[in-house]
């Protein structure tokens, strides 16, 4: 039973480490630099939706190339039992649901809350449901294929706010679209089980 608690624990903190390393710590200063650039901005200007598009892409290119690389070469072995991409995934949701949330406590409003924390539960079963994604890739010997999928749906799911955010009632759209494909992440994921040794409980 300690066994299983630690090596719970360590795919947990390694997930949550995988989306420091990729977010606050690489894309987020990265994209700080190009903020300060007049050409990045002038693009940004002339051209809104599509930069924001390919900024949105570029989360899923980091967070998703981070969680291939944590498997690939951190978190063995590569055909694993089904509890380790659902609790990597909920070390990535977590982390990023708390560095985004903390620091709204001290001027969202009460009443907003509410909808910021649904949001965060939304991204953290997105986030399980890529790391099925990219785990499967291994599971499958198709490692490539599968961590450019999670890489479309990840941008995909992101490019919803530039897309969307001109849209009355464009909040509802974007967590109402969120549903729908989680919805459908939780479907995949469930039929994913299959691919996954038996877990060991013992």
Not at 40 to 54: D, E, K
Not at 183 to 201: A, C, G, Q, R, T
Request: charged share 10%; glycine share 6%.
């Amino acid at each position: 039973m300690v066994k299983i608690i630690l090596k719970n624990l360590l795919w947990f903190l390694a997930g949550s480490a995988c989306f420091i390393i990729s977010q606050p710590l690489l894309r987020m200063p990265i994209l700080q630099q190009l903020q300060n650039s007049t050409k990045f901005m002038l693009a940004y200007q002339l051209n809104p939706l599509t930069i924001g598009i390919l900024i949105a892409l570029s989360a899923g290119i980091f967070e998703e190339s981070f969680r291939f690389l944590f498997k690939q070469f951190l978190i063995k072995p590569v055909k694993c039992d089904f509890r380790q991409p659902i609790i990597f995934g909920l070390g990535h949701g977590i982390a990023e649901a708390l560095i985004i949330l903390l620091p709204a406590l001290s001027y969202v409003p009460i009443s907003q809350l509410g909808l910021a924390v649904l949001e965060r539960i939304l991204a953290i079963i997105l986030h399980v449901g890529l790391t099925i994604i990219v785990w499967n890739g291994f599971q499958k010997n198709r490692k490539i294929l599968y961590l450019f999928i999670a890489i479309v749906l990840h941008g995909f799911v992101n490019s919803l706010i530039p897309i969307l955010s001109s849209f009355p009632n464009s909040i509802l759209l974007i967590e109402g679209t969120l549903v729908v494909i989680d919805v459908f992440m939780i479907i995949y994921s469930y039929n994913s089980k299959k691919l996954y040794i038996k877990e060991d409980l013992q």
